[in-house]
């Protein structure tokens, strides 16, 4: 599969963005699929991720971020509100084909990276 992720750009604290990742391939719906993040100097960072529509969130961003899915247009979302200064980030959207024991806050689990969009939080 291959993702192109969009959506992203430079937004006040305390708004909102929405940001999306188109997939390729007719198999979506049989991959897990996430979000993780990088800031300068930093290491990758989980968001979150959608696997068998059970959904995990990093703490940070648990009650301001959601993930969501619509297989039949082969894209997942990520809304994210509240946004704070620290959620600047380039966010990439990732997938891997649903296995047992898939860990999905590793990012060396993920097998398809999309391009990375970078979000810009200012004061």
């Known amino acids: 599969v291959q993702l192109q992720a969009s959506g992203g750009g430079l937004v006040q604290a305390g708004g909102s963005l929405r940001l999306s990742c188109a997939a390729s391939?007719?198999?979506?719906?049989?991959?897990?699929i996430g979000w993780f993040r990088q800031a300068p100097g930093k290491e990758r960072e989980f968001v979150t991720a959608?696997?068998?529509?059970?959904?995990s969130y990093a703490d940070s961003a648990k009650g301001r971020f959601t993930i969501s899915r619509d297989n039949a247009k082969n894209t997942v979302y990520l809304q994210m509100n509240s946004l704070k200064l620290e959620d600047t980030a380039i966010y990439y959207c990732?997938?891997?084909?649903?296995?047992?024991?898939?860990?999905?806050?590793?990012?060396?689990?993920?097998?398809?990276w999309g391009q990375g969009t970078q979000v810009t939080v200012s004061s």
């Open positions: 391939g007719r198999t979506f719906s049989y991959y897990a």
């Open positions: 990732v997938a891997a084909r649903n296995r047992a024991g898939l860990r999905v806050r590793i990012p060396e689990e993920y097998d398809a």
């Open positions: 959608d696997r068998w529509s059970s959904t």
